[in-house]
């Protein structure tokens, strides 16, 4: 079975604090994507990574960067955190084909107080 | 263009009856229709998909109907059971793209 998972189930920053949230992935996938997850709005792309080193912007990539430099490893990064970064936080990889399953980790629920 | 809409936003079914979710989109490249399921405190995972070549797909309960006239698709639970209470997704994809454009989610909750 496809395991992704995330380094914290829960976090609570201030804002201006520089924040990591990791993802890995035990399936050699290629593909791995983050999303943040907020009542109401659905799931929403910020990056994906379909390569080591390469990264992509999604639909809603201000305020954050993302890492990638083992495969098997793609970082979240928000500079300074800001309150309006409370959410959900979801990582999710596939295989290197269009249209392949994403499989998704548990979450990071992240405050920024 | 690249919305996809979900409708409804919380849904109550009685154990045993259908539940029904609908997703509309407007970019007609679209050509990968996936649900995925979300129970409390999980990711969600792939439930069932359909490519716009079929108008229906069954998996056991679960049945995707696909209507690429009216650019539509709706996920239907048969005999509701109270471990189907989650969040259901819809997303939509293009051919020639690995990203996933997803609805903003169903809360169906079953009571026995």
């Known amino acids: 079975d496809v395991k992704v998972t995330q380094s914290s189930r829960y976090l609570v920053k201030r804002t201006g604090e520089k924040v990591f949230l990791e993802c890995v992935q035990d399936?050699?996938?290629?593909?791995m994507f983050w999303y943040r997850q907020d009542p109401g709005l659905g799931l929403r792309l910020i990056y994906f990574?379909?390569?080591?080193?390469?990264?992509e912007k999604g639909d809603i990539p201000e305020g954050y960067s993302v890492s990638r430099e083992k495969k098997e490893r793609f970082s979240l990064i928000l500079e300074s955190a800001s309150t309006n970064q409370t959410s959900m936080y979801l990582c999710?990889?596939?295989?290197?084909?269009?249209?392949?399953?994403?499989?998704f980790g548990p979450g990071t629920r992240l405050l920024v107080l | 263009q690249q919305q996809v809409k979900q409708s409804p936003q919380s849904l109550i079914v009685q154990k045993g009856g259908i539940s029904i979710i609908n997703c509309a989109y407007e970019?007609?490249?679209?050509?990968?229709f996936p649900w995925y399921q979300q129970f409390p405190g999980k990711g969600p995972a792939l439930l069932i998909a359909i490519r716009p070549d079929v108008s229906e797909k069954k998996e056991g309960r679960f049945t995707i109907s696909f209507n690429k006239s009216a650019k539509q698709f709706s996920l239907h639970i048969m005999d509701s059971q109270p471990g189907d209470s989650a969040t259901y997704f819809c997303?939509?994809?293009?051919?020639?793209?690995?990203?996933?454009?997803f609805g903003t989610g169903t809360r169906l909750q079953v009571f026995p």
């Open positions: 999710a990889s596939s295989r290197q084909a269009f249209q392949e399953t994403q499989y």
């Open positions: 399936m050699d996938h290629e593909n």
């Open positions: 970019n007609t490249a679209f050509d990968y």
């Open positions: 990574s379909y390569d080591v080193k390469m990264k």
């Open positions: 997303a939509a994809s293009k051919g020639n793209t690995d990203k996933l454009i």
